[in-house]
């Protein structure tokens, strides 16, 4: 167990829809990063975000956002999904003081998104 | 920007074989490297990690990888495979591209390791 919860496990959904993922990081932890995880994509970083704020992004859509709270939870949240989406993320969280040795990224269980 | 190259798509093995898993970089800064473990149906778990020193690491399972900066390559290897290493091994790569955050993590394509009893 990495301390990291994501909820829900599954997800199935229909195209055209809107889903939220959520994630709670370790304990202490300031970082959340979202990864998705496809078989023709790989996995893939979406976006960070730091202590409530982005603070790096990556091939996330323009259909996908995020944020991340004052509690340091996070949502990922999926909008006018498409069969394309249908994929696993992942959700990492880390120290991030800027020390290579503890600077290590622990990932949740993920989230398995069915779209039909 | 940064890539990693991981050479074999699928691996086959029989128990007690050895293993390599061969992974490439490409990025000329101060990097971290990782090499990650999915079993099926699970969530990465990190296998070992590279910061300095020592280019041998050691990691957990008996797993150990070797950085080798003039190659731009950190394998991963075992001496002996049990049936129960079965999984996907991804190699992933962060390097400091300013501020004080190492970031995201750049993953391989992965390699699913297959051992046979």
């Known amino acids: 167990d990495s301390g990291v919860t994501q909820t829900p496990k599954h997800l199935i959904t229909a195209t055209g829809q809107r889903v939220t993922l959520r994630c709670s990081p370790r304990?202490?932890?300031?970082?959340v990063y979202w990864y998705q995880q496809s078989l023709d994509q790989g996995l893939q970083f979406l976006i960070q975000?730091?202590?409530?704020?982005?603070?790096a992004k990556g091939n996330i859509l323009e259909r996908f956002s995020a944020q991340q709270f004052p509690d340091l939870h996070s949502e990922l949240n999926l909008s006018s999904l498409e069969l394309g989406d249908s994929a696993l993320y992942f959700c990492?969280?880390?120290?991030?003081?800027?020390?290579?040795?503890?600077?290590?990224?622990?990932f949740g269980p993920g989230t398995r998104l069915t779209v039909l | 920007a940064q890539s990693v190259s991981q050479h074999n798509h699928h691996v086959i093995l029989s128990e007690a074989a050895s293993l390599e898993l061969g992974c490439n970089y490409s990025?000329?800064?101060?990097?971290?490297l990782f090499w990650y473990v999915q079993y099926p149906g699970q969530h990465l778990q990190l296998l070992l990690k590279?910061?300095?020193?020592?280019?041998l690491v050691k990691g957990i399972k008996g797993f150990e990888a070797e950085f080798i900066k003039s190659k731009f390559s950190f394998n991963l290897r075992k001496p002996s495979v049990q049936w129960s290493d079965t999984a996907e091994y991804f190699c992933?790569?962060?390097?400091?591209?300013?501020?004080?955050?190492?970031?995201?993590?750049?993953f391989g394509q992965g390699t699913i390791l297959t051992v046979h009893p």
């Open positions: 975000y730091y202590n409530g704020e982005e603070r």
């Open positions: 590279y910061f300095s020193g020592d280019p």
């Open positions: 990025y000329g800064g101060t990097v971290n």
């Open positions: 992933a790569v962060n390097s400091r591209a300013g501020g004080t955050s190492y970031g995201k993590l750049t």
């Open positions: 990492a969280s880390s120290v991030d003081i800027g020390d290579r040795r503890r600077d290590e990224q622990f």
């Open positions: 304990s202490g932890d300031l970082s």
